[in-house]
């Protein structure tokens, strides 16, 4: 699978179409974007090779490797940076309002202090610009475990106040839709839209998009369709808010 192509897969979807809207928004010519906690590049690489400037922030020495011979193999060695460090020292890598977008996806579920983090993200972002923020839904969580047949941890994902299962849980916490937008709105950020990401794409037997002619394209019209409507959006895996710097 291409990196472009990511932009056309069922679990990252949503969060694709949301992106290309804020990518319109602005006119043409590269835009300056941070990507904290980016890894190996899954949302920077396609990003660069839209021809946007991307800074990737990642703790991790390894994923910053894999994301070296991935641009390289892209072509966009010119266009990404990636700087090892932790997401709540970002205003050491980039300047404080100097960001159009700033992608936070997948990190603060498992950081000590989310407010921490989130903090410094919504203030690398320039005024008018937002942070795509991508969280996991703790009302997923219960019925993940629940149609697993895990029935005790269900329970203990329901009644837990981070949304954990167990002890093994390799996540903090979970968010639920008040939660996710009162976190976002204490960092300084105006929640302007807030989505569903992987309403059914995690249900689906991978099999069935294999052989069904025709089903990549219907599912993926279905998650943009039903990520936006309650009650889809309160189950989805994830929750993504787009959050505006006024």
Do not use: K
């Amino acid at each position: 699978m291409s990196d472009r192509s990511t932009a056309h897969a069922p679990r990252t979807a949503v969060v694709w179409a949301v992106l290309r809207a804020e990518l319109a928004r602005h006119p043409p010519g590269p835009l300056q974007v941070l990507d904290a906690g980016g890894g190996s590049g899954q949302f920077a690489v396609p990003l660069a090779q839209l021809g946007h400037r991307v800074t990737v922030v990642d703790a991790s020495p390894d994923a910053l490797a894999a994301l070296e011979r991935r641009v390289a193999e892209r072509g966009v060695a010119d266009r990404v940076t990636g700087v090892q460090g932790d997401a709540d020292s970002i205003l050491r890598v980039v300047d404080e309002a100097s960001q159009d977008i700033v992608l936070c996806h997948s990190l603060l579920e498992v950081v000590d202090e989310p407010a921490a983090v989130l903090a410094p993200v919504a203030q690398a972002v320039r005024v008018g610009g937002c942070a795509s923020i991508l969280l996991a839904n703790r009302h997923a969580t219960v019925l993940s475990r629940a149609l697993g047949g895990h029935f005790v941890d269900a329970v203990r994902a329901l009644a837990d106040p981070s949304g954990r299962w167990g002890a093994a849980d390799a996540a903090l916490r979970r968010y639920d839709l008040a939660q996710a937008s009162g976190l976002v709105a204490s960092a300084g950020l105006d929640v302007e839209a807030v989505h569903g990401v992987r309403v059914v794409a995690d249900l689906v037997p991978g099999a069935l998009l294999d052989t069904e002619p025709g089903a990549i394209d219907a599912l993926l019209e279905l998650e943009v369709a039903a990520s936006a409507h309650s009650p889809f959006r309160e189950i989805a895996t994830q929750l993504h808010l787009l959050g505006r710097r006024r």
